[in-house]
């Protein structure tokens, strides 16, 4: 079930950036992080409201998220927990900011490849087939198996960071997904 192409430019983005994971790459300004996803989403047609919520350990990265601050993101603070802890937080999250948008919506996780975790992929392909979310990745490397089959692009992380386009779906998708 995807989205219209209309229907994409309309609908709203909602960003959810686990930080630690997806730290802003040394040579670009967190400031220009944030436009630079910004100015990627729009240019792959993702044109409706956008937001950003970055999570992470403040205290780690307090000049980071200040300047995050002032570029409009918002800002959760959540000290580094295990991979299972962090998946439990965005699956919650995530179902509670879906319990709030009624229609059609974008939802993009910047994170750490969570595609092995089997409670993170049902939760994501509860979004895209019950609620029709269309679901944009961004992470250090490629996610692989079922989750293939519900994600409408998929970004390295370093190339959403510079404003990038998403990978070529042939590039992480195999025939048999």
């Keep these: 079930m995807a989205f219209e192409p209309e229907n994409l430019m309309k609908a709203s983005t909602e960003v959810f950036w686990y930080i630690d994971d997806c730290k802003v790459p040394e040579d670009i300004k967190p400031f220009y992080a944030v436009d630079n996803i910004k100015s990627a989403l729009n240019k792959n047609g993702y044109c409706g ?87 944009l990745l961004a992470q250090p490397q490629f996610a692989s198996g079922p989750i293939l089959n519900v994600i409408g692009n998929q970004w390295l992380w370093t190339s959403l960071a510079a404003g990038g386009d998403p990978e070529p779906k042939s590039r992480y998708k195999s025939p048999l997904t």
Excluded: C
């Design 49 to 135: 409201r956008l937001t950003i919520t970055v999570y992470g350990d403040y205290e780690s990265q307090k000049n980071t998220f200040k300047v995050l601050r002032y570029a409009g993101v918002d800002i959760v603070n959540r000290p580094a927990g295990n991979k299972d802890e962090r998946v439990a937080e965005i699956i919650v999250d995530v179902f509670s900011w879906a319990m709030s948008r009624l229609g059609e919506s974008n939802l993009m996780i910047i994170s750490e490849d969570f595609s092995g975790v089997s409670a993170f992929v049902r939760a994501i392909q509860k979004l895209h087939y019950a609620r029709r979310y269309n679901i």
